[in-house]
């Protein structure tokens, strides 16, 4: 035991030798201070805190600015938000595959974060380049931009409705949702409220606007057709689509587009490719193994899976949390 104690103490006398050496050596010799030398000292610090956050915001959290008001009222336009980056799984780069997801996935009612499965890629270096470059400035700046100018979303911002093997239709704007293992279709807001989840999801459109915009796209359907003569055409749909005359865009086009091809099916029973349509409609969104359904909050203002379908858990790379600005609306979102 003295000899190890003797050996610590040798080892200690000669690392403070050695050091107080070195101070005296500095303080003698004092390293000149250049211009460059400055500038190289900012940009290693500079470089060091780029790279500290950028792994900060691959792995571990990631700020998020919410683009548009799809998730109204729960998040606003402008909106900051902290994205858990780790609870699906670590995305080894961005874009790339993820570590231990298997067991740790999206549970019904996260807002998630996930990559838009309509984004059109300008190549995987821009792609990486311009992600790294939005994690490194704080999402302040985005080079990722559309052709008229806006910046393209990559990520989106949804509400996980549906999980696997669940099955969901839409009428009116309602969700029903057919659950796995189950037969009967419930409606999701009386699902939700006995269920204790958010009752962030919310409608604005008033349900007597409906018979309007199903006139309205039946209309559209007979004027495909080669209807456009009044007498083959109900009276009631050009009464309903006078109440909407002024309207150039359809405030709920999933309902719109139903009514469309089912009509076309109507009107001519032998159009298989609208008897096919008509039927994914009337049969609903089936979520797939390791899938999600995600929708906006806001339902009568977000394009979601309604349109583009179910996405893979695999897409899912964070978990909304916490919105920290604006500072009068701080509040903690993980049980919404």
């Known amino acids: 035991m003295s000899l190890l104690i003797e050996k610590v103490e040798k080892i200690t006398i000669k690392y403070l030798t050695k050091r107080k050496a070195i101070k005296i050596y500095t303080k003698e010799h004092p390293i000149k201070r250049t211009v460059w030398g400055e500038v190289k000292g900012w940009i290693d610090a500079l470089v060091f805190a780029v790279v500290v956050i950028l792994i900060i915001n691959q792995y571990i959290f990631q700020l998020f600015v919410i683009p548009t ?3 109204e009222k729960t998040m606003l336009v402008k909106d900051r938000v902290f994205v858990n980056k780790n609870i699906y799984g670590l995305e080894i780069w961005p874009g790339g595959p993820k570590l231990g997801s298997s067991k740790r996935v999206v549970k019904r009612d996260n807002i998630i974060t996930f990559y838009n ?33 806006t910046p393209a979303e990559r990520l989106y911002v949804k509400r996980a409705a549906a999980m696997p093997n669940d099955t969901v239709t839409f009428e009116n704007g309602n969700v029903k949702i057919r659950l796995a293992g189950t037969t009967e279709f419930v409606d999701e807001m009386k699902f939700r409220e006995e269920n204790g989840y958010s009752d962030g999801p919310n409608r604005l459109i008033d349900d007597s606007y409906y018979s309007s915009l199903k006139a309205w796209a039946a209309l559209i359907a007979y004027q495909d057709k080669g209807l456009n003569n009044s007498s083959y055409i109900p009276s009631t749909y050009l009464t309903e689509y006078q109440k909407l005359s002024d309207t150039t865009y359809p405030k709920d086009m999933y ?11 109507k009107i001519d029973p032998s159009d ?18 390791n899938y999600i359904l995600p929708l906006g909050d806001n339902r009568d203002n977000s394009h979601d899976g309604r349109y583009f379908g179910p996405v893979s858990q695999d897409t899912v790379i ?13 509040s903690y979102l993980g049980n919404k």
């Open 69 to 71: 008001p799809s998730m």
């Open 255 to 265: 309902e719109f587009m139903k009514t469309k091809y089912t009509t076309e099916y």
């Open 318 to 330: 964070g978990r909304v949390f916490f919105r920290f600005w604006p500072l009068n609306r701080i």
């Open 117 to 149: 499965p309509e984004y059109e890629s300008k190549g995987p270096i821009f792609d990486v380049a311009a992600q790294m470059l939005f994690s490194a400035t704080f999402s302040l700046v985005n080079i990722d931009k559309n052709e008229d100018g």
């Open 272 to 289: 298989f490719t609208a008897r096919s349509n008509a039927n994914s409609y009337s049969n609903g969104i089936s979520v797939p193994e």
